[in-house]
C-alpha cells in the first residue's frame, strides 16, 4: 500500500476538529455551485452540519445547507467553526475527476479540518483512484446579519419552482430592477422589468396550480437589482420548490428546496436587500 | 518516387484519420516519411529546452490494404515529403463512410498527397472525391534531421491509466496551475498534481504496468540504484498536456 497523502491522514484522523464523509460527493459540490457567485464563501460547521455562506456588495447573500444527516459520518469536536475558503478552488476539487454526472461513477469525499489556521483536507476516490486535496484556509470575515424573521415577514409565497424558473431565465438583463409585487388583491404575485426594450412583466395568480401556499397580508412592492438575483437562477434551476417572503423592510428571502441525486432534501436561501437608489420611474 | 496505398477496412480508415487528427492537433507542419515498411509522422524542433519531438509510426499493414511504394533511388527507398497534417484531416474527414480510400503521391502543377474517396451512394454509379494535398519534397540530404529520436534513458516506464479519467483530472487541475507534476515509480503507481500556495491537490493511480525496457531487462535494471517504490518526477506545463 503507498503511504499517500491519504494513509498518513487516516492515521492522524485523531487530530481533526471536523470529519465529515460522503458517498456521492455531488451531494455537496451540486449544492454548492448554486450558491457560487463570488470567489469566495465562508463555511460554518456545528452539530446540525454545514452552512457555507457567499455575500456581495452588503446587499445579497447567500446559504446553502447541508445538514450531518446527508453525510455518512460527520463528527465534529468544537461548537463551532469557521473559516474562509476559495469557493472556486474548492468546487475545482470536489469535481476533480469531472463536471458531469456519469452514471455509476461515483466519487466518495472525506473532508477533514484540523482546527484554525489548518488547511481544509479532501479526499476523493473514484473507481480506485484517489485524489487528495489540501486548501488554504483564510481568516473568516464578518457576515452580515440580514435580521430576517418571521414575525416580520408580511407576505409569503410557496410555488413549484417549474414557471419561476421560466421567467427568471428570460429576465430582461437590460433592466436594472427586478420588481416584486406581493398583494392579496390581483394580480397577486408580479414580476417586472424595465428594459431598453419596455417592461415586460410575468403574473402568478394566487389559484394557479403552481402555487401551494398564498400568505399575502399586504401590497407590496419591492425592487431588488437584478445583478444581484441572476446567480439565484442557478439554485431555482436544482430546486423543486421556492417560498418567496418579504418583510416589512421590504428584504427579500428567497428558500430553494433541492432535492440530491440520493433524494434527500438540501436549502438554499438567499437574501437581498432592496435596491434604495432608484427614483420611481413612470410606468 | 512513387507511392500508392488503399484503406478499405472502414475502422482502419477512422483509425487513421483519428491519429493524423491527433498530430494535427499538435503541429501545423509535419515530415510524412514513406518506407515500404511504414508511414511516418515527424515533428523535429530544434529546440533546446521544452521542445516537442513527435515520431508516429503507421506500420502500413495495419491500415493499408494495398501499399506500393518506390523511394528516390533503390538504395534509399525511403520518400520524405513535408505537409500540414490539418490539410490531411481535411480530406479524410469524408472519408469516414467511404468505401475504399485511396493515397497517392501525384504532380500536379506541384508535388502533391492525393486522396480519393469512394463515397456510397443510392443509385447504380459511384461517387468519387479527390483532394490535393500540396506538399514539398524534402531533400536526402536533410533526411538526417528526421531520425528516429532515441530514448534517452529512463527512470521509470509505466503504462497510462484510462486516458479520459487523467484527461478529466488534468482539465481540472489546469484551472488551479499552470504547471503539471507527473510522477512514476516501478510499483505501477502514476501520480499526477500541482501545487500552488492556495491548494495543493494530487490523483493518485495504482496497479498500473511497468513494461520491460526495450532491451528486454527488467527495468529496475536501468537504475538499479533506484529505490522500486521511489518516484521519479517531472514537471510540465498545463498547457502541454491538455493538446495531447
Known sequence: ?283 | MRFRGKLVDITCIQHFTRVVTTISKLIKTCVLRITPTALYLILSEKVVNGGVQIWCELPQGHFFDEYAMEGVSAEENEIYLELAPENLVKALKTAQTAKWVKVKLTKKHAPCITIEVDLPTLGAHSRVVVHDIPVSVVPRRLWTEYQEPEVPNFDVSIVMPQIKVLKNVIEKMKNLSNTLLLSANHQGEFKVSVETDMVSVSTHFQDLLNPASGNGGAPQQLNPSMDPEEFAEILLTTKWCISI
Open chain 1, 1 to 283: 500500500m503507498p503511504m499517500a497523502l491519504s494513509t498518513q491522514e487516516a492515521a492522524d484522523d485523531d487530530q481533526f476538529v471536523l470529519l465529515a464523509k460522503i458517498d456521492n460527493a455531488r451531494s455537496v459540490s451540486n449544492i454548492l455551485k448554486a450558491i457560487h457567485f463570488k470567489e469566495t464563501a465562508t463555511v460554518f460547521a456545528s452539530a446540525m452540519g454545514l452552512k457555507v455562506t457567499v455575500e456581495d456588495a452588503k446587499c445579497i447573500q447567500a446559504n446553502a445547507f447541508i445538514q450531518e444527516g446527508i453525510f455518512q459520518e460527520f463528527t465534529i469536536k468544537e461548537e463551532q467553526i469557521t473559516f474562509k475558503i476559495n469557493l472556486t478552488v474548492l468546487l475545482e476539487c470536489l469535481t476533480i475527476f469531472g463536471s458531469g454526472a456519469v452514471s455509476g461513477a461515483c466519487t466518495s469525499l472525506k473532508m477533514c479540518y484540523r482546527g484554525y489556521g489548518c488547511p481544509l483536507i479532501l479526499m476523493l476516490e473514484e473507481d480506485g483512484v484517489l485524489t487528495d486535496c489540501s486548501i488554504k484556509t483564510l481568516e473568516p470575515d464578518e457576515v452580515l446579519d440580514f435580521n430576517f424573521c418571521s414575525t416580520n415577514v408580511v407576505n409569503k409565497i410557496i410555488m413549484k419552482s417549474e414557471c419561476l424558473k421560466e421567467a427568471f431565465n428570460e429576465l430582461d438583463m437590460t433592466s436594472d430592477i427586478l420588481e416584486f409585487l406581493m398583494s392579496p388583491d390581483a394580480p397577486y404575485f408580479r414580476l417586472s422589468t424595465f428594459g431598453n426594450a419596455g417592461s415586460t412583466t410575468s403574473d402568478f395568480p394566487k389559484d394557479s396550480d403552481m402555487m401551494e401556499s398564498f400568505q399575502c397580508s399586504q401590497t407590496q412592492t419591492n425592487r431588488y437589482k437584478v445583478s444581484l438575483l441572476k446567480p439565484s437562477v442557478k439554485a431555482l434551476a436544482l430546486s423543486s420548490r421556492v417560498s418567496i417572503r418579504t418583510d416589512n423592510r421590504g428584504f427579500l428571502s428567497l428558500q430553494y428546496m433541492i432535492k440530491n441525486e440520493d433524494g434527500q432534501v438540501c436549502f438554499v436561501e438567499y437574501y437581498c436587500a432592496p435596491d434604495e437608489d432608484l427614483d420611481e420611474p413612470d410606468h
